[in-house]
């Protein structure tokens, strides 16, 4: 069966190859009316555009390079699922890479991204104990966008959470409703995400003058048992505390065992002094399908892929664009754990 040409498909529209060459790009200014006989004729006559030999001839390239260090991470999942759909909407197709966490990894990771002649580069930072990126993704020649959790001392094109925004919401969030003992419970110290927060979560408790107290927020490793001894020394120590901040989704499980643990039990009531109030800072589906359900402030992962992905493309199209840092705000999503 012969191969269905782009001069088969000018031929069969009715217009010339040049126009079709148009259509396809999206280029030009070409009336909706042709632009649908086109696409008529490409769907009846079975035409598949080769993007990648389109490139090819003019130089250019539908590839971008994305970098995801952990898997395990589900705000990096979330992000990279939103940024692969939204750059696939826009005609771009993604070229992932996971280098281990080592510098020889990742040099031979930003090689052969320039190998596959990607036109940019979109780094998902993980490390929430270091302020800046590696020197290789510092170093980097392509236009490169990079997403954090937290905020970075490094001049580059950033997408970031707001996580003081987040911890000042949920505090304040807790406070209009009575609670008046609230603890932060999980992150190690040299977490930049935790310390972020601890100043949203100081700075509400401040606006409302109440006291902080640094037994209130008890620091600890990763994993569900350390946030469930932490939890259950916290409220053995203080058992006017009614509401609690989690830090991870670890921390959320942690902190109902050890709520559980000292015969407490979850709720939004602040006049029951058995109940205590949980919010976190993402949604958790496994924690959401038990009672109660879970309030949290989101993570806005699907904005921020929204947002890296069309900064991606800006660049492209505009090489000398100023350095851009976009914050991201979360929405406090209002449940039955407080």
Do not use: W
């Not at 126009?19 to 009316?33: C, E, F, P, Y």
């Not at 086109?38 to 090819?56: K, P």
């Not at 991606?312 to 039955?336: F, N, Y």
Request: hydrophobic share 40%.
């Amino acid at each position: 069966m012969k191969k269905v040409s782009i001069i088969d498909v000018a031929r069969h529209a009715g217009v010339s190859v040049s126009t079709v060459s148009l259509v396809l790009r999206q280029k030009g200014k070409i009336s909706a009316a042709t632009i649908e006989k086109v696409q008529a004729s490409i769907t009846t006559l079975g035409y598949v555009h080769n993007v990648a030999a389109a490139n090819l001839r003019s130089n250019t390239s539908n590839l971008i390079g994305l970098i995801l260090r952990d898997f395990s991470d589900s705000f990096s999942i979330k992000v990279m699922a939103s940024i692969v759909q939204e750059l696939e909407k826009q005609g771009f197709m993604v070229f992932l890479g996971q280098p281990l966490n080592d510098e020889e990894h990742l040099q031979r990771c930003l090689l052969s991204f320039k190998q596959q002649g990607v036109a940019g580069v979109l780094y998902l930072a993980a490390d929430a104990t270091r302020a800046n990126v590696p020197q290789q993704i510092r170093e980097c020649p392509l236009p490169l966008v990079v997403v954090s959790q937290s905020l970075l001392d490094e001049p580059c094109d950033l997408v970031m959470r707001d996580n003081r925004q987040a911890a000042n919401l949920a505090t304040r969030y807790l406070i209009e409703r009575g609670h008046r003992n609230i603890a932060y419970i999980g992150g190690s110290e040299n977490n930049l995400i935790r310390q972020q927060r601890l100043l949203g979560f100081r700075s509400a408790l401040t606006q409302y003058g109440l006291v902080t107290r640094e037994e209130s927020t008890p620091a600890c490793c990763d994993g569900t048992h350390a946030a469930s001894h932490a939890t259950r020394q916290l409220l053995e120590k203080n058992n006017k505390i009614t509401a609690l901040l989690c830090h991870s989704p670890d921390a959320v499980i942690g902190c109902l065992s050890g709520i559980s643990q000292v015969g407490r039990t979850v709720g939004k009531d602040v006049f029951l002094t058995q109940q205590v109030a949980l919010v976190g800072f993402e949604d958790m589906l496994h924690v959401n399908l038990t009672s109660p359900s879970f309030t949290y402030v989101s993570s806005a992962s699907e904005e921020t892929g929204r947002q890296a992905a069309a900064l991606i493309i800006r660049k492209l199209k505009e090489p000398d664009l100023l350095t851009q840092r976009i914050t991201l705000s979360g929405q406090l999503v209002a449940r039955e754990s407080a």
